[in-house]
């Protein structure tokens, strides 16, 4: 296998990271990749740092045994909270889903109001608020949890009455801070884009972290020389530590397509 070859490598708590890797098909159609979802320890958002931390080094020292070229961290609270210290200890690129929102986000905001909505633990981090005003001190950043937008997904209720109730419920309080801009910072809410979209107005852009993670890589394999050569066979590999059974059956709605290849593991815990 060629430098170019080496597969992108994905993990995330669960299923939301398939959203990222959706992208990732649509833009890098050439490249191989292999999904780890930690589906035995889901959801993350609820650990504390030290805890989500000690996974994301467990589940990155996985995907360094496949020889990936590329590590991405599908996971907004994994990323809020231990991306700093997996860049500082494995010797290849890592991505993650923050910066890449933060960035579009802050290029997005006319009036300099930008609203964020996520996990608890990624809320709690402020690193969303921390990433664009690193960008631009004069941005004020406002961020609401929304934990109940996950189960909704994962039950196929991204469109409906409840959906949009909840989700009125949820974004009242943002609509009063006359945002411009919504930051979608949980890989499960792109797809509830419509009822969102509905919710906040026309006049709110909603940011997609995943399709601008998916951009972040192509800029960083091609700066590289790491772009896979298109015409080849491509190969996706999926990994989970729980039974694959619902994962099948929700990834392959997230995806849009079948998913072969997969694979209960146990991870080496982290000693």
Known sequence: MTERQRP???????????????????????????YLGDTARVPYGIRSPETVTRYSFENTRFLSSK????????????????????????PVPVVGVIEPGAK????????????????????RSSSYSRAIQAIDPAIEVFGIPCPLFVPLVEEGWTDGQ?????????????????IDTLVLGCTHYPLLKHVLSKVMGDGVTLIDSAIETAHAISTILAAQGLTNIPGQLVRHEFYVTDSPQKFLSVGERFLGRAIENIEKIQLEMEV
Do not use: H, W
């Not at 959203?19 to 191989?32: C, G």
């Not at 020889?67 to 494995?90: E, G, H, P, Y």
């Not at 959906?163 to 801070?177: F, I, P």
């Open 162 to 178: 409840i959906t949009e109730m909840v989700a009125e419920r949820y974004l009242a309080d943002m609509r009063q801070k006359d």
């Open 67 to 90: 020889d990936v070229k590329i590590l991405v961290i599908a996971c907004n609270t994994a990323s809020s909270v231990s991306l700093d210290a997996v860049r500082r200890s494995f």
């Open 104 to 123: 579009a986000a802050a290029a997005a905001t006319k009036r300099k109001k930008i609203g964020v909505i996520g996990t608890e633990a990624t809320v």
């Open 8 to 34: 992108i490598g994905i993990f995330d708590s669960g299923i939301g990271g398939l959203t990222v890797l959706k992208e990732i098909f649509d833009r890098l159609p050439a490249e191989n990749t292999i």
